[in-house]
């Protein structure tokens, strides 16, 4: 929540939001800092507080990750900057230069606890006793995306944390949970005989929203090609795969026996879409517009509704890229048209 606030300044510029929610912030930083935090600075949390959370019997996870799980550290080093932003906003120069150096802290910690100089492997989180866990998980690469900027891992880091997660975790159709060289891989979600589905959950299943960071950083690291193949197919699996302009919840690792994509978990997940609208909206179309030199507005389609312009609904929009990826030429010639006059 804390880094959509932060998000939301950066769009809005809104300084009365910033100084009415600061209080807030501020008393969520207090409160991690009094009950939650460790010798090192990071945040400490059970198994089942992150988005990996299906539990055996309500009672043992699935897929442990306590009690530092890297993703989790991305986002409490990035609300401690956006604090700092906005205790910088509110004229609290103190409070600012503290929560910066609380987030050095977290920077520190995570190049001396999580990385692994040596393998140039990425821990995906350090447990009670200080062990680090290695296994190659798409977490990691929240580490490049959560934070605004690329702060939080070196640059060098980053390009090892990218390369060795999509080595092992990418399929043409998404993301998948856990790397199939792990011995609790399992690639089928629903109705096997083997195991509980939760086994599954995020242990080998394709979560459609990690497409989303994904993307955003293999664009940051120049794998232009690998993000634009699998934002494709993602584009065609909302025309053509399950319901018709939306993304299920998940899909098995691999194809069914007829090589098919199996859709699994709900069949239209919000973050799913949402994190395709997002990366639509800040990674690819920011490409495309820099690619075309022409600002976003030439390369939004819009409906005219009344006296009105609504932009166009998700499936045109995805309708939209898949035209442009398959029409590259004809559309930067487009785009280089003159305006109309009036």
Request: net charge neutral; proline share 4%.
């Amino acid at each position: 929540m804390v880094r959509e606030i932060g998000e939301y300044l950066r769009y809005s510029g809104d300084r009365d939001f910033a100084a009415a929610v600061y209080p807030v912030v501020k008393a969520y930083i207090e409160g991690v800092e009094t009950h939650y935090l460790d010798e090192y600075g990071l945040m400490t949390h059970r198994h089942p507080d992150t988005w990996m959370d299906a539990k055996l019997q309500g009672q043992i996870p699935w897929s442990a990750r306590g009690n530092r799980a890297n993703d989790i550290q991305a986002l409490w080093f990035t609300s401690l900057k956006v604090a700092a932003e906005l205790a910088q906003l509110v004229g609290e120069e103190t409070e600012a230069g503290r929560f910066n150096a609380m987030a050095d802290k977290v920077q520190a910690s995570m190049n001396q606890l999580f990385w692994n100089e040596k393998t140039q492997c990425m821990a995906d989180r350090v447990d009670e006793n200080g062990v680090p866990d290695y296994r190659v998980r798409p977490n990691q690469l929240m580490l490049m995306t959560v934070p605004f900027g690329r702060e939080l891992v070196a640059p060098e880091t980053g390009a090892h944390v990218v390369k060795n997660a999509l080595s092992e975790l990418m399929f043409p159709w998404g993301v998948c949970s856990l790397t199939q060289n792990d011995l609790w891989f399992h690639p089928y979600h629903n109705n096997r005989d083997e195991y509980h589905k939760d086994a599954a959950y995020h242990n080998g299943t394709i979560w459609g929203w990690n497409a989303g960071f994904s993307v955003s950083a293999m664009l940051q690291y120049g794998k232009t090609e690998l993000a634009y193949q699998l934002t494709k197919n993602l584009a065609d699996q909302i025309l053509t795969l399950g319901h018709r302009g939306t993304m299920s919840e998940n899909l098995d690792a691999f194809l069914d026996a007829s090589g098919e994509l199996v859709t699994t978990g709900t069949y239209a997940q919000a973050w799913s879409v949402s994190e395709f609208h997002r990366n639509g909206y800040q990674t690819t179309w920011a490409c495309v517009r820099i690619c075309c030199k022409v600002a976003l507005n030439s390369i939004r389609i819009s409906r005219r509704v009344g006296n009105r312009q609504r932009p166009m609904c998700l499936l045109g929009r995805v309708m939209c890229l898949r035209w442009i990826s398959e029409n590259p030429v004809r559309f930067v010639s487009i785009c280089s048209l003159p305006k109309k006059a009036g």
